[in-house]
T-cell receptor
Framework: GENVEQHPSTLSVQEGDSAVIKCTYSDSASNYFPWYKQELGKGPQLIIDIRSNVGEKKDQRIAVTLNKTAKHFSLHITETQPEDSAVYFCAARLVYNFNKFYFGSGTKLNVKP | AAGVIQSPRHLIKEKRETATLKCYPIPRHDTVYWYQQGPGQDPQFLISFYEKMQSDKGSIPDRFSAQQFSDYHSELNMSSLELGDSALYFC????????????FGNGTRLTVT
C-alpha cells in the first residue's frame, strides 16, 4: 500500500508570514493529492487538491506543488491569518484504487497575531 | 451546497453497550467511508461502501459492523463498547464515477464511560 509522511507535526508562524507543510509518498502509482484543514470539533475540510498531471495549483493564498520524481508535495499558505490556525492533513490516492485515501499524520499550524 | 450529515453529534455510552452512528452522504455520491480519529491523531480508515457493497476494509474491529442502504445512507454499528472506542467518528462520501474528492461530515463524538 501507500505510505504518506507529513512534516512538521507542529508549525508556529507570525501572522503575515508564510507557512509550508511537506508530504512525501511511497507509491509512484498515487495520482491524486488533496489537502484538508481540520478545525477543532469539525471534520476535515478539503482546501485544495492536485492531480499528478499538474505541477502546481493556486487558490488565493493557498498553493500546492507536486514533484512526482521526488514523490513529494507541499502546501504553501502565504500571508497567514489567525483563522488559518488548524490541523492540516495531506493525503494520497492510488490510481488503481480510488476508493482508498492514505493520510499523513497532520500538522498543527498556529498563527500568532 | 449540501454536505455530509452525521448523527448524532455526540453520544455517551457505557462499556459493553451498543451504539449506532448514521451518515447521510452528499446527494449523488455513491461511496461512503468511515474513519475513526483519536485525540491528536490522523483519521484511521475503518470501512467503505460503494453502491451498497463493501468496497474496502481497514482497521475495523470485529465488534463493529456497517452497511449502506438503498438510499445511500450508511450506519456504523458498534457493540460491546470499550473505553478505547472513545473517539471522533467521521463519515465521508465521494462519487466514484467521477473520482471526486473525499468530503467529510462533522463527525460523531463517542464517549464510552
Amino acid at each position: 500500500g501507500e505510505n504518506v509522511e507529513q512534516h512538521p507535526s507542529t508549525l508556529s508562524v507570525q501572522e503575515g508570514d508564510s507557512a509550508v507543510i511537506k508530504c512525501t509518498y511511497s507509491d509512484s502509482a498515487s495520482n491524486y493529492f488533496p489537502w484538508y484543514k481540520q478545525e477543532l470539533g469539525k471534520g476535515p475540510q478539503l482546501i485544495i487538491d492536485i492531480r499528478s498531471n499538474v505541477g502546481e495549483k493556486k487558490d488565493q493564498r493557498i498553493a500546492v506543488t507536486l514533484n512526482k520524481t521526488a514523490k513529494h508535495f507541499s502546501l504553501h499558505i502565504t500571508e497567514t491569518q489567525p483563522e488559518d490556525s488548524a490541523v492540516y492533513f495531506c493525503a494520497a490516492r492510488l490510481v488503481y484504487n480510488f476508493n482508498k485515501f492514505y493520510f499523513g499524520s497532520g500538522t498543527k499550524l498556529n498563527v500568532k497575531p | 451546497a449540501a454536505g455530509v450529515i452525521q448523527s448524532p453529534r455526540h453520544l455517551i455510552k457505557e462499556k459493553r453497550e451498543t451504539a449506532t452512528l448514521k451518515c447521510y452522504p452528499i446527494p449523488r455520491h455513491d461511496t461512503v467511508y468511515w474513519y475513526q480519529q483519536g485525540p491528536g491523531q490522523d483519521p484511521q480508515f475503518l470501512i467503505s461502501f460503494y453502491e451498497k457493497m463493501q468496497s474496502d476494509k481497514g482497521s475495523i474491529p470485529d465488534r463493529f459492523s456497517a452497511q449502506q442502504f438503498s438510499d445511500y445512507h450508511s450506519e456504523l454499528n458498534m457493540s460491546s463498547l470499550e473505553l478505547g472506542d472513545s473517539a471522533l467518528y467521521f463519515c465521508a462520501s465521494s462519487s466514484e464515477g467521477q473520482r471526486s474528492p473525499l468530503h467529510f461530515g462533522n463527525g460523531t463524538r463517542l464517549t464510552v464511560t
